[in-house]
């Protein structure tokens, strides 16, 4: 009897990122140019393997709910060339992702657009007792002009409210409460993306802030590699 462990392995990453010998780059895919530029592409790279992997690549419109919270919605406007390889030990991958018509015409007035690029891949006959893992590569893909940081925090009923005034996104992680002699006082070390006029919320049930006027948030985002640091309102 074949015995078969399967697992799924989902990067969201915000570096070059690799997976058990597969490497993907960029982690985050960018259409900027709406005149000229149509497409983008990614790349994955084996290191080190033994064996051929085969994927398939799908894509997911993303939105956000008002809370932040995550929609992905089957999306088949994108062209992606290939939708289906084999990646060779020690071989390269290149795959295009882009449209067929002008960027404008997907986009909703100067809000970027945003995507989520889902590389999977595909099982495959494997011995007697062995092991199987299986990679899955989970992109973003953005799309639009892209602004500066726009975000403004203020405490509501005992959370952390973010909310993203700019119409393009912003991903925030490591972030801090610090008071006014920068001794901190709440830390949130997930990442968390905030699309476009969206909002999320940190629970604060484990912090005292009496006076919100006298704190801080310092948060790193993907706009920059500098800290930001951000005068807290109630």
């Not at 690799?18 to 990614?42: E, F, R, W």
């Not at 932040?68 to 999306?75: Q, T, Y």
């Amino acid at each position: 009897m074949k015995k078969i462990i399967a697992f799924l392995i989902s990067s969201i990453c915000y570096v070059s990122g690799t997976q058990a010998g597969v490497s993907v780059d960029p982690v985050q895919m960018y259409i900027l140019n709406q005149g000229k530029q149509k497409s983008t592409t990614v790349t994955l790279e084996s290191k080190d393997e033994a064996e051929k992997r085969i994927f398939e690549i799908k894509a997911f419109k993303w939105t956000q709910k008002d809370n932040g919270e995550n929609v992905l919605e089957p999306d088949n406007s994108l062209i992606i060339n290939p939708k289906n390889f084999i990646l060779q030990p020690n071989g390269k991958q290149t795959v295009r992702v882009g449209f067929n018509r002008p960027i404008e015409s997907v986009l909703n007035g100067q809000q970027e657009g945003t995507w989520r690029i889902m590389i999977d891949e595909i099982p495959q006959a494997v011995k007697e007792s062995s092991v199987n893992f299986l990679m899955s590569f989970n992109l973003p893909l953005f799309v639009g002009k892209q602004e500066n940081i726009k975000i403004k925090f203020n405490i509501d009923k005992n959370k952390l409210i973010a909310t993203n005034k700019a119409n393009s996104h912003i991903q925030i992680s490591n972030l801090k409460i610090v008071d006014a002699n920068k001794k901190e006082v709440f830390k949130s070390e997930t990442m968390n993306y905030l699309l476009a006029n969206k909002s999320l919320s940190y629970d604060l049930s484990s912090s005292q802030i009496t006076n919100p006027n006298k704190y801080y948030v310092q948060l790193f985002t993907d706009k920059n590699d500098d800290m930001v640091e951000l005068k807290l309102s109630d």
